[in-house]
């Protein structure tokens, strides 16, 4: 399952903006990058309403997983977690978030990787 489209992180200057702006939180498989949220990069995207909301960007090496295949399922899996645990009472949260998944093997270790993904986002303040 896919994240819902107004959920979802587009564009250069959105991800410029990201890097450039964001606080940075890391762990041993990935990292995150936690931005206050900016609509008006988003507008150049024909989006008519871009509500200050929270959205997700999802990027995997291909360090981590020569097959698209395996990288796909990584990123459904975060996504997965991503829909059943933020409900519409975090989704009100201006935050923008990158999560890079860093190199390892860990593609057969999904219990791992959402404890990870789970602990981050305690730490980054945006799940209490």
Known sequence: MALPKDMRL????TFNYIHKNARTYHGKLMTFKVAI????????HKQKITPNKFRVAIAISKKVSKKAVERNKLRRILQEWLI???????????YWLLVNLKFG????????????????????????
């Open 37 to 44: 949220s900016n609509p008006d990069i988003l507008l150049t």
């Open 10 to 13: 587009k564009g250069h200057r």
């Open 105 to 128: 093997d860990f593609c057969d270790d999904k219990s791992r990787l959402l404890e990870e993904f789970q602990n981050l986002m305690f730490k980054s303040l945006l799940i209490k």
């Open 84 to 94: 059943t645990n933020i409900q519409k009472i975090n989704n009100h949260k201006p």
